[in-house]
């Protein structure tokens, strides 16, 4: 439950939170949950509850980003050695290599993500080989430290780009794939996990692996949703990231203090893994 909704002094929010302890670090995600719901962030982060439910969508997701990242890294390596360009039969064979059909919820399900993934391979593909870019980074790690207003412990903010890509000008564009339908432009041009990104390059937290420096900050920040080869690209002000800053610190230190007061919604509740033991779950006037 809701510490704060219940009433409980600071005293007891500092015990709970030693016997269910904080973790040490923020992710894009995280932040993402605790907007929707404190609740559903205490259940999932704090108290650890396991969901035994399986989600065919993440699943898929894993799976595209696994085989793009491999088959980009083996063009990369290709053209380092001078060999042929990797052929579209080599992503399709990367892609059986980690097609798993007992990790979704029925035959069916599994089936209907198989059929999708003909179209996006071939499409992914075809825009590689257009590509003039190197990617010099793939399921680049980076860890974002912010300064709490308290004095406390820094604020740290792990993520994972899935790509950053340098084009012939030396201009730095990040990528992140999308296997959902595509967001308007608007979307796009407020999305807080591009924002998020774009403030680690901008601080120097995200480092190349092949150089040891910090990459510079970006100046395009792309989302490519494979299933409609739509790319819808935005950017971000210095006074967007500044802001953006502040906001992370303000959620992160919302979480410090305890606060996890739940948020019952018609549609988030349905969806929510923990709604079979949610106290504060939303309900229709009949119960």
């Keep these: 439950y809701s510490l704060q909704s219940r009433g409980l002094g600071d005293v007891y929010k500092r015990q709970l939170l030693q016997i269910a302890p904080l973790p040490r670090a923020f992710s894009h995600s995280q932040f993402r949950a605790y907007q929707e719901c404190g609740l559903r962030y205490a259940f999932e982060r704090v108290y650890r509850i396991p969901s035994a439910e399986t989600k065919g969508f993440f699943e898929f997701g894993s799976l595209v980003h696994a085989t ?5 890294k083996r063009r990369r390596e290709a053209h380092a050695a001078g060999e042929p360009e990797p052929t579209f039969e ?10 798993t059909p007992e990790a979704y ?13 003909g179209h996006l391979l071939r499409r992914f593909y075809e825009r590689e080989l257009a590509s003039l870019s190197d990617a010099i980074g793939l399921e680049q790690f980076f ?15 792990n993520g994972v780009l899935d790509r950053i890509d340098r084009h012939p000008d030396g201009s730095i564009e990040v990528l992140d794939y999308k296997t959902g339908t595509a967001m308007s432009q608007g979307r796009v041009d407020k999305d807080e996990q591009l924002t998020t990104y774009a403030l680690a390059l901008a601080k120097g937290a995200v480092i190349e692996e092949a150089t040891g420096e910090p990459i510079p900050a970006a100046s395009t920040l792309t989302l ?3 299933d409609s080869d739509q790319v819808i690209s935005t950017t971000r002000t210095d006074e967007q990231l500044a802001e953006h800053e502040a906001h992370l610190v303000e959620l992160a230190m919302r979480i410090r203090g305890g606060d996890f007061t739940a948020v019952p919604d018609y549609r988030r509740c349905g969806w929510c893994d923990f709604r079979r033991i949610c106290p504060n779950r939303y309900r229709t006037p009949e119960g």
């Design 68 to 72: 793009f990242e491999a088959f980009v």
């Design 90 to 99: 080599d992503l399709r064979a990367e892609f059986a290599q980690r097609w």
């Design 105 to 117: 919820t029925d035959a069916d399900e599994a089936a209907h993500y198989e059929r999708r993934s």
């Design 143 to 157: 860890t974002l430290e912010l300064e709490p207003p308290d004095g406390g412990p820094p604020i740290k903010v």
């Design 224 to 226: 490519y949703f494979t």
